[in-house]
């Protein structure tokens, strides 16, 4: 058995409470040795790391990791919220009872650290300092020294942070154990997998991955699933999967900030760390706050103020290119320390490649392995045309690296937001932008946001994979109290920032092109809608919201022709109609307040009314 004592005093780890549960589940894990880690450690860590070979070099100082084949997502079925109250049982949140959850995961966890070492990471999901730190603080135990590189990437870690903490009781306990991950039965009926968020004990019990989203306890249990719990709990703040980012005119000195959700896979990393088109000239400055999580409250100004809790970006690698993404790439660039998971290697020259990065793949296939450790040279026929990289390949690198991070995007007291986004992945209906005013019906088109059905989510043709406000994988409680906290706090805030809905993916029917060439291109519906809040436009009313007309939209330098864009401004009514449909069937399921059914009634009148004229 480790002293566990003399190890926390010798880290001068002195909270009594974080001594108490590290010495528990020391117990539990049965783990040999125990570290205390901090940010300093992080050069260390790597040279340990490289040494064991669970990590190898990446030119300029930076690192290639794999995650075992079967574990290289977030899985959603085999991760639940549990708490004490039957009432916070959600449609989507696979509640379960606290106690038996607790009780499956200890067992599970016994013994499961044995002959490793159990790092203690103490961390904190806020800027130092924010009026939202009592819910900011936690210590992940984990026993795989990867998580610890990415969590030192990912969040603010040290010990000072659970020290000096004003409630020394009042800290997320985040116990993480890989287990046997070839022995786990992942996916089929035997799944030994299980990733518990207790939120009513503020504990998150993680067992079997060490995938990134599985295994980063900060980031998606306790910045998402946990603070969502919190936030309603408290009554103070609301905690999405929301991009954050700032655009400043220069002309007028003017700064904006916006907030949005995007279901996974459906761009905020790229929107976040946009810039403003070439064509538009200097005058605007895109800012990068944060790209996956926003925590979201009224300040003391009655303004609603949000900051980013992360320190870092874990982005997806697909597709990332000096075109689509160019702040992502000179945010992995040598020197950055970027840490890649499950892209391309090649063990001679110590590059990294995945699908996108270049057209085509390199040329050379000598010392190139793919995502699943295998010689791209050695491929049989069949597998020629299988990617190198897997699709959910991550980059992992700090905020302090990203070119256009705002400089203010570590200040406590957040920015304020003026806009609120919803966007998803919608082939055909939705326009390229419309402003919503009414905050009922802003909430209510959060909560009926959706993704179509791919290939890998089955489902009906035209019917969405609703996933409100692209909270989906990260509810903590049921959908209609989340509605209504949601319109307690929006109501809070003296100056009402305007809602909208943008979707850059409309295709055309026949032959399938994207309607709007995306990417950079999207911060000219944004610039639409600032100017829309300041009453410089006033757009054309539809049935559901306002949207753009031709000459506001500005569109210098871009060659558009005429027919995509009449489809992207205007409604397909007929289509519209039949959405409204599903979209009942869908709230149905929650136990939502009055306003948002009235929001819904109104909307679909509208739309009647319109289709009739
Ligand atoms: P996130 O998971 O929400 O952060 O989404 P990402 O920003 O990582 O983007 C997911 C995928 O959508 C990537 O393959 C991107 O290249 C693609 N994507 C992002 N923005 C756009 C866009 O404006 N247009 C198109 N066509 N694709 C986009
Ligand atoms: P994503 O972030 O939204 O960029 O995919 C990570 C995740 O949600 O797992
Ligand atoms: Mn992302
Ligand atoms: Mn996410």
């Known amino acids: 058995m480790v002293d566990v004592d003399k190890v926390l005093d010798e880290a001068g780890l002195t909270n009594p409470h974080v001594r108490e549960y590290v010495s528990y589940w020391a117990g539990v894990t049965g783990a040999e040795r125990i570290e205390v880690v901090s940010a300093a450690d992080d050069e260390r860590l790597l040279q340990e790391s490289l040494e064991a070979g669970e990590l190898l070099p990446v030119t300029g100082g930076r690192y290639y990791s794999r995650s075992y084949s079967k574990d290289t997502a977030r899985s959603e079925e085999r991760t639940v919220v549990a708490t004490s ?39 904190l999901m806020a800027p130092v300092g924010s009026p939202l730190e009592a819910y900011a603080a936690g210590v992940e135990l984990t026993d795989s020294r990867p998580v610890v590189q990415q969590m030192i990437r ?33 996916g089929t009926d035997a799944d030994q997998r299980l990733f518990a968020t207790v939120a009513d004990r503020r504990t998150i019990l993680h067992y079997g991955s060490s995938y ?5 306890l900060g980031k998606i249990a306790h910045g998402l699933r946990q ?24 002309e007028t000195g003017e700064e904006f900030h916006v907030v949005g959700g995007f279901p ?42 949000a900051f980013n809790p992360e320190n870092g970006v874990f982005g997806v690698a697909k597709d990332t290119n000096e075109k689509t993404n160019p702040g992502a790439i000179k945010a992995i660039l040598p020197g950055s320390g970027a840490i890649f998971t499950n892209v391309a290697y090649n063990e001679k020259t110590q590059e990294v490649w995945w699908e996108g990065l270049t057209k085509h793949h390199p040329d050379d296939l000598d010392g190139w392995i793919d995502w699943k450790g295998e010689r791209i040279a050695d491929r049989i026929d069949d597998e020629l045309g ?124 026949e032959d399938g092109h994207f309607l709007w060439p995306g990417y950079r291109e999207n911060v000219r519906a944004l610039l639409w809608l600032l100017q829309f809040k300041k ?71 509208a739309i009647d009314e319109a289709a009739q004229a």
């Open 264 to 305: 996974s896979a459906s761009g905020k990393t790229n929107l976040s760390m946009t810039l403003s088109p070439d064509a538009l000239g200097e005058r605007y400055e895109v800012t990068f706050y944060g790209d996956d999580i926003a925590w979201i409250w009224v300040g003391e100004d009655g303004k609603l103020r």
């Open 154 to 186: 990912m969040a603010r870690v040290g010990i000072d942070y659970i020290n000096d903490l004003a409630d020394p009781s009042s800290f997320v306990r985040a116990v993480h154990v890989t287990g046997d991950l070839p022995n786990l039965g992942q």
């Open 386 to 509: 299988d990617p190198w990289a897997h699709p959910n390949s991550r980059f992992t690198t700090p905020i302090s690296q990203v070119p256009n991070a705002a400089p203010d995007f570590d200040d406590a007291a957040g920015v304020p937001i003026d806009a609120i986004i919803f966007g998803g992945r919608t082939r055909d209906r939705e326009p390229l932008i419309r402003a919503i005013t009414d905050v009922a019906e802003g909430v209510y088109d959060g909560l009926t946001l959706g993704a179509e059905a791919t290939a890998a989510a089955d489902g009906l043709e035209g019917v969405l994979r609703y996933d409100p406000m692209s909270m989906r994988p990260f509810l903590a409680y049921e959908e209609g109290d989340y509605a209504r906290h949601w319109l307690k706090i929006i109501g809070e805030a003296t100056d009402k920032p305007v809602f909208a809905h943008v979707n850059w993916f409309q295709r055309d029917a």
């Open 212 to 216: 990134g989203g599985n295994a980063l």
């Open 227 to 250: 603070a969502c719990y919190d936030g309603r709990a408290s009554g103070k703040f609301l905690a999405e999967q929301f991009l954050l980012l700032g655009i400043k005119d220069k």
């Open 85 to 123: 109250n039957p009432e916070d049982k959600g449609v989507y949140n696979n509640w379960k009872p606290a106690d038996e959850t607790v009780k499956t995961l200890t067992e599970r966890m016994t013994g499961a650290s044995k002959g490793k070492t159990m790092y203690v990471i103490p961390y």
């Open 535 to 605: 009453g410089e436009v006033k757009g054309q009313q539809s049935p559901v919201g306002i949207i753009p007309t031709e000459d506001e939209l500005d569109l210098r330098g871009l060659d558009l022709p005429q027919r995509d864009l009449d489809r992207i401004l205007n409604l397909d009514l007929k289509r519209w109609k039949q959405e409204m449909g599903f979209r009942e069937q869908h709230l149905q399921q929650f136990k939502l307040p009055e306003e948002i059914w009235e929001a819904h009634k109104r909307v679909a009148a």
